[in-house]
């Protein structure tokens, strides 16, 4: 089946890096993302990466992907206190359609002083 | 700029009413249009995918009588939560995907639902 696993909360010192993991079933996903959500907002695209891909950078984020596994991470470097949200991933499960997303549950992010 | 606007971004609504969302897609024209709800603290979860012109496709679990969906144009597409109840309040949010290799998924601003 499909399903998407994330750990449910980090909290992360401000200037320290975090990272933000995520698994995944299903193998022939073709498109993994990562959103961010501030309270009382909605979604905000922040990375993708193709499943052809070992890594994606940009700026301070950096996106691993590791199919062997089914394992994706999320880095966000130098984090500040307003890198505070929830962090989804989600994939595109081959079975769904090229744009049917299924979402992990969120990890909460808190970046303290 | 948005790509993707819902509207309204809040609402209250008493129980046994009627509420409706609409989604609209700003840049392109959109045959699919996808419907998220979030509960809190929990993550978002497909309920239906709509489809202009013709009926819209149902997640499993999801009362397709009680949330109406309809796609009449190619950049517009509702949803009405029908006697609402407030089990059924939510963050309600849409999708759209513009086509294409490469491209990705945009998402509206999300709509918050709260019945009293």
């Known amino acids: 089946g499909e399903d998407v696993e994330q750990s449910l909360f980090l909290s992360v010192r401000e200037g320290d890096s975090s990272v933000i993991n995520c698994t995944y079933t299903d193998s022939s996903s073709t498109y993994l993302y990562w959103y961010k959500q501030e309270p009382g907002a909605g979604l905000q695209l922040l990375t993708y990466?193709?499943?052809?891909?070992d890594m994606k950078q940009d700026q301070r984020l950096t996106v691993l992907l590791n199919k062997k596994d089914k394992h994706l991470s999320l880095r966000i470097a130098d984090t500040q206190t307003g890198d505070s949200a929830i962090y989804f991933c989600?994939?595109?499960?081959?079975?769904?359609?090229?744009?049917?997303?299924?979402f992990g549950a969120g990890t909460r992010l808190a970046v303290h002083p | 700029g948005a790509v993707v606007s819902q509207h309204p971004s809040w609402v209250i609504c008493k129980s046994g009413t009627s509420v409706k969302i609409e989604c609209r897609s700003l840049d392109f024209q959109a045959t699919t249009m996808f419907w998220y709800r979030q509960f809190p603290k929990q993550s978002l979860m497909l309920m239906a995918t709509s489809n202009e012109g013709s009926k819209a496709t149902y997640e499993q679990g999801v009362e397709k009588d009680k949330f109406l969906i309809n796609h009449a144009s190619l950049t517009l597409s509702t949803l009405t939560v029908t006697s609402a109840h407030p089990e059924d309040s939510s963050f309600y949010i849409c999708s759209v995907f513009p086509g294409g290799f490469g491209n990705t998924i945009y998402f509206g601003e999300g709509s918050w639902l709260t019945v009293v």
């Open positions: 990466i193709f499943s052809n891909m």
């Open positions: 989600a994939e595109i499960p081959s079975s769904g359609g090229y744009n049917k997303l299924i």
